[in-house]
């Protein structure tokens, strides 16, 4: 009879980024196992140091850092205009999103008190600076935001409760180009992303309703989304102009490239430095 990994050392070597060829390895007995067990886990410990100790050596940001100064110098290239927002969001910017009490997002909001939330999405605030720059400057206006979102997401394989988000916008383009432009936008952050292999496909939004998700890594998950106006939820900000904004998960672009099992290894965290596991 065959055997594979224990709970207990499949999760050990989850945290230490095994691969899931070497995840779902089988065995003909206990012994040949928990040899094998031994065997990868002083491997996998003698990378994460060789790891660290590069890191420490050569000076090195760690990638999810690197990854966002990838993106701000690629996309003030493309000449979209960097914004940096508040974290702590009111809630009536989330009514104007149409998250009242009885909308589902709403149970994954952190809440400071009745009327304020640290900032699920990033959208809510980019709406309100956006409504003054299509007044003071010449369309097209394009910019972007990175910065930390929040949600109480389940703690599975692709959710964090703490998240990096890219949203980026180009409002007063030609309606007719707008498909095309979302397609261009895609390329630039998932080139930059050292991810050439991905597609696009049509998706539903609890806000948007019909979006656009961006699919990478193997197997394939959502590593963006994005959507397109003029939407209803523009009345609520005075903005009528043709527009397509896309959002992606910074940690997600980094786990589809690294081809990573374990979403916590790439995020922030007290417990890993760069995707190593700290307690090896």
């Known amino acids: 009879m065959k055997v594979a990994w224990t709970d207990v050392q499949t999760r050990r070597l989850r945290e230490l980024n ?23 886990n002083r491997l996998l410990v003698k990378k994460g140091r060789d790891h660290l100790k590069a890191l420490k050596d050569n000076n090195y940001r760690p990638e999810l850092c690197r990854l966002e100064s990838w993106l701000v110098e690629k996309l003030t290239e493309n000449g979209f205009v960097q914004v940096v927002t508040p974290i702590i969001l009111a809630r009536g910017l989330l009514i104007k999103m149409g998250i009242n009490a009885d909308h589902p997002l709403s149970l994954q909001i952190f809440w400071i008190g009745n009327n304020k939330c640290l900032r699920p999405m990033l959208a809510p605030n980019l709406y309100f600076v956006l409504k003054d720059l299509l007044r003071l400057w010449e369309w097209p206006v394009r910019i972007f935001e990175i910065g930390p979102c929040f949600r109480k997401e389940s703690q599975g394989t692709l959710h964090l409760n703490e998240f990096t988000m890219l949203n980026l916008a180009e409002m007063g383009l030609p309606e007719e180009k707008r498909h095309e432009r979302m397609e261009q936008l895609a390329a630039i952050v998932m080139e930059v992303s050292g991810l050439n292999e991905y597609r696009l496909i049509p998706a539903l939004s609890e806000i948007y309703g019909s979006t656009t998700d961006i699919m990478a890594g193997h197997p394939e998950f959502e590593v963006g989304s994005g959507a397109m106006g003029p939407h209803p939820i523009d009345d609520a900000w005075g903005i009528n102009a043709p527009w397509i904004g896309i959002g992606f998960g910074l940690e997600r672009l ?19 430095l760069d995707g190593v596991r700290l307690n090896i």
């Open 254 to 272: 980094l786990m589809a490239k690294e081809k990573r099992g374990n979403f916590k290894s790439v995020g922030r965290s007290l417990t890993y």
């Open 18 to 40: 095994a691969d899931e060829l070497q995840q779902s390895s089988i065995f003909i007995s206990s012994l040949e196992r928990d040899n094998a067990f031994q065997r990868l």
